[in-house]
């Protein structure tokens, strides 16, 4: 009855963590949507002022209609973009091999920067000193024959900037 219960807490634990991850990825989400819809508003001002002024297509201060293609073209490509993160989730993976075969593989959260590294088929958690804030990552995994774990990983926040390097299970980040 006790493992019962315990497998059932852990089984809340792991819905927990996933919901949270959602609404993280929901807020981004949104916000990116919302400054979407400030553009589109910008743009819908824009144009009603252009041919309420003047029937003329060159209006002095006004944007031209390449401009406006431009906007519209961006503005597609942010949609696009917005979709496309709906549709791929949030996790990726990182791999390679050292020089002597071992396999190195990382799994991460693009979103929040937590990553995990396998070892002998688990996933051991790599620790951050501090908390780092949602954002956009990546890691990259390179052999590297004369580190001695055979191998070297990074974390990029493609937000800010900001670079980690992993020292043993711990992400060092180095300083701007």
């Known amino acids: 009855m006790l493992n019962a219960v315990e497998q059932l807490s852990n089984r809340l634990t ?18 990116q949507l919302q400054n979407l819809q400030v553009i589109l508003h910008t743009f819908g001002q824009d144009l009603k002022v252009r041919s309420a002024g003047s029937e003329s297509d060159s209006v002095e201060g006004q944007p031209s209609a390449e401009e406006f293609a431009l906007l519209l073209d961006q503005m597609a490509q942010t949609a696009n973009d917005i979709t496309m993160q709906l549709q791929d989730g949030n996790f990726r993976f990182v791999s390679s091999y050292t020089e002597t075969g071992q396999w190195i593989l990382i799994r991460y959260d693009r979103y929040s920067g937590e990553s995990w590294m396998a070892d002998n088929g688990v996933w051991v958690h790599l620790k951050d000193p501090i908390e780092v804030a949602p954002s956009i990552y990546e890691i990259k995994v390179d052999r590297a024959d004369a580190d001695v774990k055979g191998f070297v990983a990074a974390r990029l926040d493609r937000q800010t900037g900001d670079v980690w390097w992993l020292k043993q299970n711990r992400w060092q980040r180095l300083e701007k």
């Open 14 to 31: 792991a819905v927990q963590e996933q919901v949270l991850n959602v609404r993280s990825q929901s807020a981004r989400q949104l916000e």
